[in-house]
């Protein structure tokens, strides 16, 4: 058996943290017998060095075509003061609307061995998991119209936010049925206290409530939803938001596990899963063995899950990860005194010798 993947480095540290997730995928692939084929692409800031656009059509169409897509991290200063349609983020949008990933889940957990990472007090996050279920096809960074204009001496921009009841069901399924598999919790995230289409987020996101009974909805305000996420994270299971409400949160969020380069995710939707970790490019530390490879490698554990359907090799990965931060191996971003800071290749190395370890 053979499982195609495309590969978007994309740039920064994109390319490291996805090397690492492919060592650690195809360690894991060869033990259940199969192998993981691999086609690379150019994306975002590297594409448009090399093509001139952020992403080209024949990315778009491997990617259809592929079992799934995995991506490391698009953007940085070089490309800041660069047209709208010349941004590396086009990429990351594009990619999203034709694949039609129009669900974004991203698993907060806070590891024990990592509790004194957090800027938060132990008993504050102990035993916190949450799953962000993000809206992700809609909403203000799709809407239209978007533009900027001039007259006279004044520049106006406009972006519109615009959500329909079918994408606010679809994402509401998809949060309520996670929620059936986890502690039947359900936070319904929006404005309605003065956004229109948080009014129809909230009308919609209840009437689907009634199809599940046994699950316990809550509604809340985005800005009391992040004050509870520093206060109180424990008290959440799923959060369900529109897009930008949950770029925003769940990157707050990542400060609980005690950095974003501890934060995986999972892009689902028509068929096709894409799998990134949430953290940035960070060219700063680029190509220096200095990057936190483990959100990628947990975002593989979540291709195995959804895109391959092998939960026992998803377990693995996770298992593994636990294990090497029980061993008090750590990179940078979560270094403490008295652990053992080591860099990129040296903990996709520890990740692949515990999955060995555990034959």
């Not at 991506?71 to 590396?88: F, T, Y």
């Amino acid at each position: 058996m053979t499982k195609q993947v495309v590969v978007l480095h994309g740039d920064g540290i994109g390319v490291e943290v996805t090397e690492a997730a492919l060592a650690v995928s195809r360690a894991v692939a060869r033990e259940a017998g199969f192998t993981i084929k691999t086609e690379t692409f150019k994306v975002g800031g590297a594409s448009l060095d090399a093509h001139n656009v952020p992403i080209k059509d024949a990315v778009i169409h491997a990617c259809k075509n592929a079992d799934a897509v995995f991506l490391g991290a698009v953007g940085g200063p070089r490309w800041d003061n660069n047209e709208n349609d010349k941004r590396p983020e086009i990429a990351l949008l594009r990619l999203r609307e034709e694949l039609g990933l129009f669900t974004n889940l991203r698993p907060v957990q806070v590891f024990e061995p990592l509790l004194g990472a957090s800027t938060l007090r132990p008993e504050i996050i102990n035993g916190c998991n949450i799953l962000i279920v993000r809206e992700l096809t809609g909403g203000i960074y799709f809407g239209k119209p978007k533009f900027t204009e001039t007259t006279g001496s004044e520049e106006r921009a406009v972006d519109t936010m615009e959500y329909r009841t079918s994408e606010i069901e679809r994402i509401a399924k998809a949060a309520f049925e996670a929620a059936s598999a986890r502690s039947n919790k359900v936070t319904s995230v929006d404005k309605a206290n003065i956004l229109a289409t948080s009014q129809l987020w909230r009308k919609t996101v209840s009437r689907m409530a009634e199809e599940y009974p046994d699950i316990e909805l809550t509604h809340m305000l985005v800005d009391n939803c992040a004050m509870q996420l520093l206060r109180n994270p424990k008290q959440f299971d799923v959060i369900l938001t529109e897009n930008m409400f949950g770029d925003i949160l769940s990157d707050e969020a990542s400060m609980l596990t005690g950095s974003l380069g501890m934060l995986p995710s999972a892009s689902l939707g028509n068929g096709i899963g894409l799998y990134e970790p949430v953290h940035g490019t960070a060219p700063e530390i680029a190509g220096q063995n200095l990057a936190n490879p483990l959100a990628a490698i947990a975002s593989a554990a979540l291709m195995f899950r959804f895109s391959f359907k092998m939960e026992a090799a998803a377990q693995s990965i996770e298992n593994a990860i636990q294990k090497v931060l029980a061993n008090g191996l750590r990179c940078a971003d979560i270094a403490e005194d008295g652990r053992k800071t080591i860099g990129t290749k040296e903990m996709t190395q520890a990740i692949i010798d515990a999955l060995e370890s555990a034959k």
